[in-house]
């Protein structure tokens, strides 16, 4: 039960991480101050805590990795099969 909730846990944040990502590129290029954005999203039900952690490096465009993707990349791989064995359909997990 530990490892699967460890994977639960690390799937939220990476989806939450690629939401974040995403959403700063997209305020940037509309001509949104990417400040400004980060302030809006951190009082707003948006707030998460690997923002506060990743936010303010991202703005300086500091991209220094805190948790090794390969790492990432296995946890999400294993993931997405616990869920295609569970049945649950994962955004992620394909047609």
Not at 58 to 66: A, E, G
Not at 67 to 76: A, G, I
Not at 81 to 91: H, I, S
């Amino acid at each position: 039960m530990g490892a699967t909730a460890k994977l639960v846990v690390n799937l939220v944040i990476a989806s939450e991480l690629e939401a974040f990502h995403e959403g700063m590129v997209m305020a940037t290029k509309a001509g949104l101050d990417p400040d400004l954005m980060y302030s809006v999203l951190m009082n707003s039900r948006a707030k998460a805590g690997i923002f506060e952690m990743k936010g303010p490096n991202i703005l300086k465009r500091d991209f220094s990795t805190f948790f090794p993707l390969r790492l990432m990349d296995k946890d999400m791989r294993l993931a997405l099969e616990t869920a295609e064995a569970l049945r649950v359909p994962c955004r992620s997990s394909g047609p």
